[in-house]
């Protein structure tokens, strides 16, 4: 009896030492920094990209909003335009559609002044993982005049979404294993 309770209270301390080695493993390797500047294209209406693997994605300002639609096949039809932002507002910025590995990130903003040279009232980001380009993480931030630059890590499982400022750079970052964070940097920078 003795000796089952012994081999049952080791198997569970090799069992508990294990999980946490490969925490700090996990956790590493989500961790690297978001450096790699990827494949880009901005287009003010606009923005088509190629996949590593040869499909499509593109985003495009519609009336209703912003909408996504990409191949599942290199060469194949487009899917079906899903929205990614819903809003009366005019676009504001140029789209930027970006790529690095098998992640895709986007920015884009929205305001009813924009015309006349105003700052968005709305910034979106999303991203999406390219085995899966029907399900985007999308984040809006009101009263924000958007993330100016992004990177990606050498995985492409960390973007990092920027603003550099006089004081600070305020950072949002999207990770495959979280989604997306809260901003953070200078207060009267990020979005609320």
């Known amino acids: 009896m003795r000796g089952k309770q012994a081999l049952l209270i080791g198997i569970c301390a090799i069992f508990a ?11 590493e390797y989500w961790s690297e920094q978001a450096d790699e500047v990827g494949r880009s294209e901005t287009g003010e209406v606009y923005a088509q990209l190629t996949l590593d693997d040869g499909r499509d994605v593109e985003l495009r300002y519609t009336p209703r909003g912003l909408v996504e639609r990409h191949q599942s096949s290199k060469g194949g039809a487009f899917s079906r335009a899903q929205l990614l932002y819903g809003s009366e507002e005019l676009k504001c910025k140029d789209i930027v559609l970006a ?14 002044h924009c015309p006349a040279g105003n700052e968005p009232d709305r910034s979106m980001t999303a991203v999406a993982t390219a085995d899966d380009l029907d399900d985007w993480d999308v984040v809006i931030g009101e009263n924000f005049g958007g993330w100016k630059y992004l990177r990606f890590s050498p995985s492409g499982k960390h973007v990092r979404f920027y603003i550099p400022t006089l004081d600070g750079t305020a950072n949002l970052h999207w990770r495959f294993s979280r989604g997306f ?10 979005p609320k």
């Open 181 to 190: 964070s809260q901003p953070e940097g200078p207060e009267d920078v990020i």
């Open 17 to 27: 030492v294990m999980l946490t080695g490969s925490w700090f493993i996990w956790d």
């Open 99 to 112: 790529t690095h590995k098998d992640t895709v990130a986007a920015i884009a903003g929205f305001g009813l």
